[in-house]
């Protein structure tokens, strides 16, 4: 078995895929958080989380009286970094685009 | 980022997706959004470009930070005024491989969505419905970041 195997068993199943990416665009969530934002139980979500986290795809931090998760850096750096460089070009780009109109615009 | 299949193999690819909601009608939000002059002054450079589809562009970033203080480099796939779309493919002149953007604009009653869709190269081969490459021996996830 090769050392990669937990993490394709891992990314086989489309729920988890959906978690992974969902922690990877709107950053670190509780299950309870996750939970609510997808059609998912909250069980099936701990489940979910737990099977990723085997698999060392996420690892979970205790905040307070939740256990929020992260997605981890390793093997999904590239990926995640290239969201997240992507996203905030275009977050800063379409602020701009944005202030042209507030510009010339009174509220 | 979604994930998609290879064959029988799963890979990660990814796109990512913003909007922003304009306080006015869809006509001037497109004007925004495809005039050289009104789109460089909101991506943050000079855009070189022919509103026609197919044509290349360039962009030069006036950008302070390091990566952006480059140009890009691309085609027009699309540009569809009466469904006020645009598609394009770019990328860094030293880039091998483009990325896809799509811009859409969305009537909603206060005013106008401007949404934009930046797709990796592997995600818009299989969006185009282009076969991905087989994975090698390094398995499909090697194979994702070889991409990413």
Redo the contacts between chains.
Sequence with gaps: M?P?EP??AA??DATR?RL??RL??GGPASATQLAAELPISRQAVVKHLDALREARLVTSERSGREVRYTVTPE??A??????A???A?????????????SRS?T? | ???GKAGTE?V?I?S?E???A???EPE?AWE??TDPE?LG????GDVEMDPVPGSEFRIRFDGEDG??ARERVGFLEELDHEERRLSFWWRRPDDELA?RVQIELEETGEGTV?R?I?T?PLATLDLIGIPLPAPRSH????L??AY?
């Excluded at chain 1, 590239?78 to 969201?83: N, T, Y």
């Design positions: 090769s990669d993490v394709f990314l086989s895929r992974l990416t990877a665009d093997p999904l590239d990926a995640v970094g290239w969201i460089d992507v996203g070009q275009w977050d800063s780009r379409l602020a701009a685009l944005q202030a042209q109109f615009q509220k | 980022m979604e994930l799963t990660v990814h990512v913003r909007d922003v304009l306080p006015v001037e925004a959004v009104r002054d909101w991506l943050g990566d952006e990325t401007v934009v930046e990796s398995g499909p996830l090697a994702a970041l990413a």
